[in-house]
Each structure stands twice: as C-alpha cells, then as structure tokens.
C-alpha cells in the first residue's frame, strides 16, 4: 500500500491530525496543557485561524504524519507566544505563512523522505495561494542530509543558528520562496495542461516493488511522476513481460482514468517513487462545474497520440542496408 499526502478537510481526516500531534508531543516527552488535549488530541487557538492548512499522511490507513500551516501575522500575541519570528518576518515578501507542524511518527519508514514529501507539497499548495514566503523550522530528521543542499533545493535562507527542540531534537530556522521554488517545479513538468487541475492532487509514494495500478483493473487514477522510476509489465500467461521505462515528470494512467477502460499493462515502482495522483471523481466532478477544463486533458490526449504514431513510423520506417 503506498503512503498518502493529502490536504486534510473532513472532519475524520482532522481529527487524525490532532491524534498524530497528541503522540508526536508525547514522544518528545512535551508537556501537553490539559486545555488544549482531549481523548488523545491536541488542538490549540491557532486552528481557528482562517487559510490555515493542515497536510496528514497515511500508511496503511493508518495516520502516521503531519504538517501545519498558518498566515503569519506580525505582532500577534498568539502567535508571538509561541513563535517569535517578528523580526524575520519584517524583513521578508509577504503574504506569510507559518510552518509550525511537522512530525512523523516513530518506525513510520523512511522518515527523510516523508518530511521531504510534506514540506515540498505544503509548498505547491500555498505558492497556489499566491504566498511569497514561508517561515519556520526545518527538523534534524530532514537535515540528515547535506544542509546547504536541502536549503538549495527548497529555495531557502537560514536565518539564524540552531534552535533546541526538545531533547536531542533540533532545528535552523528558514525563510522560504515560495514562488521561486513554484516555477522551478513547474518547469519540470512535462504535460502542464494538468496543472490546471492541481486543486484535486494529492501526493502518493511507493516503495520498490509496489504496483501503482494493475493490469485488468478499470482506471480511476493518473499519476504525475515526480522522483523515482515506474517500469510498464504486461502479464502474458503465466510470463511477467517488461514493456518500458518512465521517469520523472511523465503522465500515466490519464486516459484510462477518464474512460474508466481496463488497464491494458501494469505499472510497478522500480525505485522508491514520488507521484502526484489525480482521482477519476474529482475529476469529473471539476469538468462538470468547469467544463472548459477539458480542453486541457484533450491537449495532453492529442500529444500522446502525436507520440505513438510517430513511434509506429519510426519502427515501419525501412532501414538502411549494411
């Protein structure tokens, strides 16, 4: 079963925020104000605060992480009370937001990766926002690997020393671009008529080995790769039959998600794999309230096509003599 990222927004999914925050407070042995906790959940004033976004991932089912963030505002006493980054903020780009939540639950796997994950998808969700920066705190589990290569690759400037925790857990606080860091993203992506549809992503990762979609089965997802490799097989009696290769910022599954077909091969991540997931009903259900959207999804079919008979020209082409 892959481990799922998505904006938590139902009344179920936020619950399992506060429970996952009960016991990430609990593991660092933090005391937790009785006012704040109740039935193994902690909620403070700051979830009343409008536009905040809460991100909660799932593996197995089970909520196993989460991630917070806020509009910063300067001077507010709330705020100010638990976070003091007034200074910082007077000297970056607002609009602000605040990241004042990320944890994953002990044994949860591969922790870096998870943190990676959160931080990189709170990023697209609030530059969607037109936010211009993001201030908090990067964790010591997510600066296991080289500093200067994470503040790099997450267009961020450290602005201060170190900061303790609790225990041996520590942190450097950041500014964040959030724009900047937006277009470097979408540059990457291949088919962008699917951006149009970011509103509906959530952020799927499998492990080596795990089948993103099989053969046989009716399509109700597309994927959007982001890191990793998928390898195409196709079962042929009892014989498993490598077709193709994709990586990083390739469409797959889009169509079959849209005519609901059967699959026609099976897809399996051949390495740990970041993919962005489009579900087949809240797709259809943005083309009913935005019909014009589906000019979008046209464009990338006709690019597709475009591709396959340029294969198959290729392939009849005659080949010259030796």
């Not at 900047?180 to 993203?185: D, L, V």
Request: net charge negative; aromatic share 8%; hydrophobic share 40%.
């Amino acid at each position: 079963m892959p481990t799922i990222i998505l904006s938590a927004n139902s009344a179920d999914e936020i619950n399992d925020v506060l429970s996952v925050r009960h016991k990430l407070l609990q593991n660092f042995d933090y005391p937790i104000d009785p006012m704040f906790q109740k039935g193994g959940r902690v909620v403070d004033p700051l979830d009343l605060y409008p536009d905040t976004v809460n991100l909660l991932a799932y593996r197995d089912g089970t909520p196993i992480a989460t991630a917070r963030f806020l509009v910063y505002r300067t001077g507010d006493p709330l705020l100010h009370s638990i976070h003091d980054f007034d200074d910082s903020a007077k000297q970056v780009e607002a609009p602000i937001y605040f990241m004042d939540w990320l944890g994953i639950l002990p044994g949860s796997g591969d922790s870096q990766r998870l943190l990676n994950t959160l931080l990189e998808y709170g990023i697209l969700l609030l530059a969607r926002r037109q936010a211009k920066s993001l201030l908090g705190c990067l964790p010591s589990s997510l600066l296991g690997k080289n500093q200067s290569e994470l503040l790099t690759e997450f267009e961020a400037t450290q602005l201060g020393p170190k900061k303790n925790i609790g225990g041996k857990n520590w942190a450097i606080p950041v500014v964040l671009d959030l724009q900047r860091f937006y277009m470097n993203w979408v540059a990457g992506i291949k088919d962008r008529e699917i951006l149009r549809f970011q509103d509906l992503f959530y952020i799927s990762l499998f492990e080596p080995g795990e089948v993103l979609f099989v053969q046989g089965e009716r399509g109700s997802t597309a994927y959007l790769l982001q890191e990793g490799q998928v390898e195409i097989v196709l079962q042929k009696g009892d014989s498993i039959i490598p077709l193709a290769t994709l990586d990083d910022s390739q469409l797959v599954g889009e169509i079959a998600m849209i005519t609901q077909e059967v699959r026609t091969a099976s897809l399996v991540a051949k390495t740990a794999v970041s993919c962005i997931t489009l579900d087949r009903q809240a797709f259809l259900e943005t083309l009913d309230r935005a019909p014009h959207l589906a000019m979008d999804i046209f464009k990338i079919f006709s690019k597709r096509i475009s591709e396959a008979n340029r294969r198959i020209a290729g392939a009849d082409a005659p080949r010259p003599g030796p």
